[in-house]
């Protein structure tokens, strides 16, 4: 006949409930500890970013300063011309004084241009300024949740298997890493399709100013001279807000250490402004100047598109990862026997 240790089974049966149960606590922290991670991830994030965008404003903001004095002496140029200066009246005997007007009102087109662009790259700024502000006061606290997770953790570590805890810590914060480097790819991909957004747009008009352009050069007349100016303006509109959206892009790729090299001169864009004025520049030379634009912007958007690939490529490889690192934990969760 054969005798059954009560004792020993039921002490057995708690020593596998409370091991379980302790397994089931640890997943809990580590939970909280992943929302706490990302919640230190964005505060110290957005804490640098608040920084660098301070700085930015206030290089912005005095060259806002700087341009608006640089216009105001172009246009004080032009109404010297115009209302007769003694400059401008040894210029009206010298036959000259028609083609120096015509000089520093393209001048003064230009120094406008440039200002209302710094103007806008300001409140770009600013409401870039206002959202890291948002962030920051969402992700506030986070240092007292972790260190109360930490002290949880402890304790479960001493009361219970070491060995197993320590297997799922591992586990556990290689997720984490994985997870918060795939929400910098995230963003990363949500700023550069911000950016793409007005390239397509500034794209969509050139080639219409273009097509605009080639019926004016067969004698299209005043309407299609005036429509195909108003389609380089909102080009020009366009280009403002994607320099301020590759600001914000580039910011997003330096968090996952890559570097994006897009270059579109948005002068060339302003310069457009000096040919509103009808017979200052032949239309073909207009025309040459809007084709020239169209291939960098179309340059701009390729070089977007491919960085959002690469990043698209990166956020795949790191759901591979944290697949196979879910896969593992969970065995080892279930791997645990009486």
Avoid at 259 to 275: G, H, M, N, Q, R
Wanted: include cysteine; aromatic fraction near 6%; hydrophobic fraction near 40%.
């Amino acid at each position: 006949m054969r005798f059954i240790n009560h004792d020993l089974t039921v002490n057995t049966i708690e020593v596998v409930v409370n091991v379980k149960g302790a397994i089931m606590m640890f997943t809990e922290l580590n939970e909280r500890l992943k929302r706490v991670k990302e919640k230190e991830r964005n505060h110290s994030k957005w804490q640098e970013r608040l920084t660098v965008l301070n700085r930015e404003r206030t290089s912005q903001e005095r060259s806002v300063q700087e341009l608006e004095r640089e216009w105001l002496k172009e246009h004080e140029d032009v109404e010297k011309l115009r209302n007769g200066s003694l400059s401008g009246f040894i210029l009206t005997i010298l036959n000259k004084k028609a083609e120096r007007l015509l000089k520093e009102e393209m001048e003064s087109v230009q120094a406008k241009a440039k200002h209302e662009a710094a103007i806008a790259s300001v409140r770009f700024t600013q409401e870039e300024i206002r959202t890291a502000l948002e962030r920051i006061a969402e992700a506030s606290g986070w240092e007292e949740e972790y260190e109360q997770i930490i002290r949880d953790k402890e304790r479960l570590l001493k009361e219970h298997s070491p060995q197993t805890a320590e297997q799922m810590d591992k586990l556990v914060n290689r997720r984490i890493v994985l997870s918060t480097e795939n929400q910098e790819l995230v963003e990363a991909i949500h700023a550069g399709r911000a950016l793409l957004i007005p390239l397509v747009e500034a794209e969509k008009c050139l080639n219409s100013a273009r097509n605009w352009g080639t019926y004016d050069m067969l004698g299209g007349g005043f309407l299609s001279t005036h429509i195909k100016h108003g389609k380089i303006e909102e080009s020009t509109e366009f280009m403002h807000s994607a320099r301020g959206h590759l600001s914000r892009f580039e910011k997003e790729l330096k968090d996952v250490n890559m570097i994006l090299t897009v270059e579109f001169d948005v002068s060339s864009f302003l310069k457009f402004a000096d040919y509103f004025f009808d017979g200052f520049f032949s239309d073909w030379i207009v025309q040459g100047k809007i084709n020239d634009s169209l291939d960098q912007v179309a340059a701009s958007i390729s070089k977007v598109e491919d960085a959002i690939s690469s990043l698209e490529r990166l956020i795949q490889t790191r759901n591979n990862e944290i697949k196979q690192v879910s896969q593992d934990l969970t065995e080892l969760i279930e791997s645990v026997q009486a």
